[in-house]
């Protein structure tokens, strides 16, 4: 059904009654609540503004002493109201009147939206919706008086109804498995009918076939979207075991792919590297969800279904996108990144991408997927694959990587035509790490005989102070703990402003080394090299750093250590 006939096929009052019943009298289960799961139930001080009537989302502010505010279009403020995300600040208080008060916006809520309306039912809302009613019944409903208690469960009981018709019809792909987790859990607690706890985890079977891949990332190629499909599936686990349902062999297998692979998107901080969106999770978080899984796998150097590839050697750790974009039902939040990579090194973030904007407005998020918000090479401030407002259009014809490693040294080549129809130019992106000192060697080569201007962009997280050496192909880079790296490359580099986006600060002002040029020839090539300084860096000078503008021109990789598929340009 398209949206506008099944939207007025649920308004009607036929529908109402198909979804009227009679309801349980208590739940056959709970789920694990926060203590449990490990997290903060909520945040006290949110709770109290709430009471107050200062509630703001999304700077907004959202009075609920007055009445249960208006539902209009889905806008960012209407999804958070409806889902109940904020419930647990009020279950945080552990008082009489904010118990009072939430049993008060339950009875508001399901006054004007106890039956279909187009926004607060809509699957993906309703799902999270009723996961939260469910994780916070035991410290806000349940010792409510018996006639609300019945009413809250027949409330629920019609949600499920529908739930279950529009889970898989109505919901979007990268939806699906969180909206399969509200109907788990609905089934699991409400109904405890075997036959619909299986028909649910069928589904869930389904979509774990499509969307995990054998190396255990997720289809997205998205290192936040990652990190929620584990949590959504270990969730899922938990309640099925406080039901006593039998957890599905699948399911298990899955968390067991997946806490590996989210591993290996981690940095040195812990915190989850940034390609094709998804945000940029807290570092305690990312731990405590790996905690849960229970899977003691190690990250992998390679990532060979999703293409990503990863270094972890002297203290440095290197992440490269080295694939093609998520295909079309999973690119909504994809990145023209091809080729990027970041770095960190002792814990802490020095190349970077520049985020996700996930929270933010429509235009700052487009800006950061495009190819210039990435560290890697863009031609004629183009972007290398289309960045549409629902994903990616026109893609690169072939992508290619391979790695090699010989006695500690590894090398990573990789390549891509996204310029190929417009530019007539192929980047190649060369990287190569050496056993005996933290640094990266890199070329990038622009194969082509079409002139056109070029940038390689290598963004630097905020918490990083640049300043161009002497040599004007040359950059110091400060880390806050005082670490010092040096940036250089055998054509002029300059500084320039760039952005950088984290979860809970939002948009920070960052610098990023830029080195331009224009193709020319068969193949243009640029090399450059990252090295740490030593401790008595700060009296080093240009004219005795061994590393020299001539030496960053030889320090091309090994001819013994290219792999057959790694050829010169």
Not at 214 to 230: E, F, K, V
Not at 339 to 355: A, D, K, T, Y
Not at 428 to 448: A, N
Request: net charge negative.
């Amino acid at each position: 059904m398209n949206n506008g006939f099944s939207n007025s096929v649920f308004r009607s009052r036929l529908y109402k009654l198909a979804l009227m019943g009679r309801g349980p009298t208590t739940l056959a289960a709970l789920p694990p609540d926060s203590e449990e799961r490990g997290v903060a139930t909520g945040d006290a001080e949110s709770g109290r503004a709430i009471m107050n009537g200062g509630f703001t989302i999304g700077g907004e502010a959202v009075d609920f002493n007055t009445a249960w505010p208006s539902a209009g279009a889905a806008d960012q403020v209407q999804v958070a109201l409806h889902r109940f995300d904020w419930l647990g600040d009020l279950a945080v208080l552990e008082s009489v009147e904010s118990r009072r008060f939430a049993e008060y916006l339950f009875e508001s809520w399901d006054e004007r939206y106890g039956t279909y309306h187009e926004v607060s039912w809509r699957a993906d809302i309703l799902a999270a919706r009723m996961v939260n009613w469910l994780t916070q019944y035991a410290a806000l409903f349940e010792p409510a008086e018996a006639a609300f208690r019945i009413r809250f469960l027949d409330s629920i009981a019609r949600q499920l109804r529908h739930l279950r018709r529009v889970a898989s019809q109505e919901t979007a792909p990268m939806e699906r498995i969180e909206v399969l987790k509200g109907l788990i859990y609905g089934e699991a607690c409400v109904t405890s009918e075997t036959e619909r706890v299986r028909r649910s985890l069928t589904l869930l079977e389904a979509e774990l076939e499509r969307q995990v891949l054998p190396d255990g990332s997720h289809i997205s190629r998205s290192p936040g979207r990652q990190l929620a499909t584990l949590e959504a599936l270990i969730d899922i686990r938990a309640v099925l075991t406080a039901a006593s349902r039998e957890v599905p062999v699948a399911l298990r297998n899955a968390i067991d792919r997946m806490a590996p692979m989210t591993r290996f998107l981690r940095h040195s901080d812990g915190a989850l590297a940034c390609f094709n969106g998804g945000g940029r999770p807290d570092p305690t978080h990312v731990s405590r969800v790996l905690l849960r899984s229970d899977a003691q796998g190690r990250a992998p150097s390679r990532a060979p279904y999703a293409r990503f590839e990863r270094i972890d050697a002297n203290g440095m750790v290197l992440i490269l996108d080295g694939g093609t974009p998520p295909e079309d039902a999973f690119d909504e939040e994809a990145h023209a990144g091809l080729m990027s990579f970041e770095m960190s090194v002792g814990g802490q973030r020095l190349i970077v991408n520049c985020g996700a904007g996930s929270d933010t407005d429509a235009g700052w998020r487009q800006a950061l997927r495009t190819t210039a918000a990435h560290s890697t090479v863009v031609i004629d401030d183009r972007n290398s694959c289309e960045v549409t407002e629902t994903g990616l259009g026109q893609r690169p014809g072939a992508i290619d990587c391979d790695r090699g490693e010989i006695d500690g040294n590894i090398w990573i080549s990789s390549s891509h035509d996204g310029y190929e129809d417009r530019y007539g130019l192929t980047h190649r992106r060369r990287l190569y790490v050496g056993d005996e000192e933290p640094g990266l060697r890199g070329e990038d080569i622009l194969v082509g005989d079409r002139q056109h201007p070029f940038a390689v962009r290598f963004h630097l997280h905020p918490a990083v102070r640049a300043v161009i050496g002497g040599d004007p192909g040359s950059a110091t880079l400060t880390l806050p703990n005082g670490d010092r790296w040096r940036l250089r490359a055998d054509r002029p580099i300059a500084l320039e402003d760039s952005v950088y986006w984290e979860d809970g600060s939002g948009i920070e002002r960052s610098t990023q080394i830029v080195v331009r040029g224009e193709t020319n020839g068969a193949a243009t090539p640029v090399k450059w090299r990252l090295r740490q300084l030593g401790q008595d860096s700060a009296a080093e000078t240009e004219a005795e750093t061994p590393d020299t503008a001539e030496n960053v021109e030889k320090a091309d990789i090994p001819d013994d250590l290219l792999s057959p598929g790694f050829t010169k340009a």
